[in-house]
Nanobody, 125 residues
Framework: QVQLVESGGGLVQPGGSLRLSCAAS????????IGWFRQAPGKEREAVSY????????YYLDSVKDRFIISRDNSKDTATLEMNSLKPEDTAVYYC??????????????????WGRGTQVTVSS
């Protein structure tokens, strides 16, 4: 079992930055890939980024490439999503998820076993 807790969300102006953290507790964090998802009001949840258990595979949603950076520190059981040049359309609840997910299925939320409760990100002037 892995418990995940997101933090770092908030209100930021367009063009600003936020750093989301995902803290894991339980066991075997380093076994699992980490995915970041988001859900905007009235929209389906979508995959934003993925990092494999050893950080050797990383993927991004096209609309966040070159703006977001995903990383993890297995020694601290944490994962991070650094978000730069934020846009109003990035407004959403952001979730981290963990599971034995191969990189081919990185954007499929059903294959992730563990989920955090989410953190709100609002980009507005």
């Amino acid at each position: 079992q892995v418990q995940l807790v997101e933090s770092g969300g908030g209100l930021v102006q367009p063009g600003g930055s936020l750093r989301l953290s995902c803290a894991a507790s339980g066991s075997n964090f380093d076994w699992y890939a980490i995915g970041w998802f988001r859900q905007a009001p009235g929209k389906e949840r979508e995959a934003v980024s993925y990092i494999s258990s050893r950080s050797d595979k990383i993927y991004y949603l096209d609309s966040v490439k070159d703006r977001f950076i995903i990383s993890r520190d297995n020694s601290k059981d944490t994962a991070t999503l650094e978000m730069n040049s934020l846009k109003p359309e990035d407004t959403a609840v952001y979730y981290c998820a963990a599971g034995p997910v191969g990189h081919i299925s990185w954007s499929v939320e059903q294959v992730y076993n563990y989920w955090g409760r989410g953190t709100q990100v609002t980009v507005s002037s």
